[in-house]
């Protein structure tokens, strides 16, 4: 029992009520009984947990570890007295995998009519090696390649294709649009189709069109003619060859002319000159096909060669059969002083008043007469006025009928400079 008061200088307070404080032992034998066991079901619950826990999560990583196991990778063994690595490809795992539009016609978004023209002349891609590039335009390349033939042998072909950023199916269709025109052509002196073909691509992009054409060894008339002018060799074009280049090109032109077709951007540069030194009309990207009537008129803006457009072309977008003569004409000058480039020092847009003052291009240094006369009839202002193909091919045909037979010492074919393949440019887009 305990009493307290309060003490100090002035003396003792008041004494607290008694307080009764309880020993150990009896407040122990007061309290309620503690029970010691009470704490093993509680760690045996927890001990179970995580075993079960650790348990699962061991017979998970060997799942996982077996699943995404590619097989025997790295399973050596000895193959003619030389390790050799075998591989068994199993599952993927990779969400990321980039995945592959298949390459068909109907992937690129293009027109059915023009899928139909296409179907029977789809090459697989498997079918050819791509090579060396040949050369660069604005809108794609031109490669070399091997094409493997029926008979398991190779030929040498050029294959043009649009750039890879090229994605619009107005751009597809046009590019396209081309070999559907030359699968209609059976002709040596225009350019044939071999095949088109569609290289796929992954991630989900569009397949890039490929159009196949015959390999022309020295490439497109225009490069020849300059390199025989201004190349690292120069060499000598006999009046005698050039006049038969525009004898092929004549004869290729009233073939097309024929069955309908206007060019519509003929120039040398878009000439190709075969080994055997033929030319082959070629580059058909802004041909068409007239099926009412004589003439097409352009609707929309497009990149025109307006040095070689007539004057209707100009000045109503009206194109014809006509019109391409009047581009021949320019082309014989292209031919005639080697590829000059026509009206040189005049902008494009001075071009129309140029002519329609009356203005033409002069009579090439060396050019015979007969020759320039033919070039000055088809730059008249009166399309009727003009000569048809036929009428050039028989004209030319006779002009060069008059020329002395050329020996093998003086045909390019057999000169030096052209034993390599140093102007197998391709046709450019």
């Known amino acids: ?52 826990a650790a348990a699962l999560a061991l017979i998970l990583l060997r799942k996982r570890r077996k699943e995404t196991r590619f097989g025997q990778a790295f399973d050596s063994v000895m193959a003619r007295g030389e390790p050799a690595v075998h591989f068994r490809a199993a599952r993927s795992f990779n969400r990321e995998r980039p995945e592959r539009i298949e390459a068909t016609l109907d992937s690129l978004g293009i027109s059915d009519e023009l899928k139909d023209k296409l179907e029977d002349v789809l090459i697989p891609e498997q079918q050819f090696t791509l090579g060396r590039m040949l050369g660069k335009g604005e809108f794609g390349s031109v490669r070399e390649a091997q094409l493997k033939q029926e008979d398991g042998s190779f030929v040498k072909v050029a294959v043009k294709m649009l750039k890879a950023d090229i994605i619009a199916s107005s751009d597809i269709e ?9 699968k209609e052509f059976d002709h040596p002196h225009v350019a044939k189709l071999v095949g088109v073909s569609l290289r796929s691509r992954a991630k989900g992009r569009l397949p890039i069109p490929m159009v196949i054409l015959p390999f022309m060894k020295h490439g497109d008339l225009h490069a020849f003619l300059l390199a025989s002018r201004i190349g690292e060799n120069p060499f000598n074009l006999p009046l005698q060859t050039l006049i038969r280049f525009m004898v092929d090109i004549a004869c290729g032109m009233e073939y097309l002319s024929s069955r309908n077709f206007i060019h519509r951007d003929l120039a040398a540069r878009n000439c190709m000159l075969a080994e055997d030194m033929t030319v082959c009309v070629a580059d058909f990207g802004l041909s068409r096909k007239i099926y009412s009537g004589d003439y097409y008129r352009q609707g929309c803006a497009s990149k025109l060669p307006v040095k070689w457009l007539a004057l209707e072309s100009l000045a109503d977008n009206l194109y014809t059969v006509h019109s391409d003569v ?23 847009a001075e071009i129309y008043n140029y002519l329609i003052g009356g203005n033409r291009l002069k009579q090439p240094p060396d050019c015979m007469e007969d020759v320039y006369e033919l070039m000055y009839q088809c730059w008249s202002a009166d399309p009727k006025q003009r000569p048809s193909f036929t009428c050039l091919r028989m ?10 037979v050329l020996s093998s010492s003086q045909d390019p074919l057999y000169t030096p400079t052209l034993a390599g393949e140093a102007h197998g440019v391709g046709p450019c887009c």
């Open 326 to 348: 009047w581009a021949f004409g320019v082309t014989m000058w292209e031919i005639m002083t080697r590829g000059q480039t026509p009206y040189a020092g005049i902008e494009n």
């Open 174 to 182: 046009e590019f396209l649009r081309e070999a559907a025109c030359m």
């Open 1 to 52: 029992m305990v009493r307290v008061c309060v003490s100090n200088a002035v003396g003792c307070g008041p004494w607290s009520q008694p307080l009764v404080v309880p020993s150990h032992d009896h407040a122990g034998q007061q309290g309620p009984p503690h029970s010691r066991t009470s704490w093993v079901p509680v760690v045996l619950g927890v001990l179970t947990a995580l075993v079960t």
């Open 395 to 404: 004209e030319l045909e006779n002009i060069l009928g008059h020329l002395s």
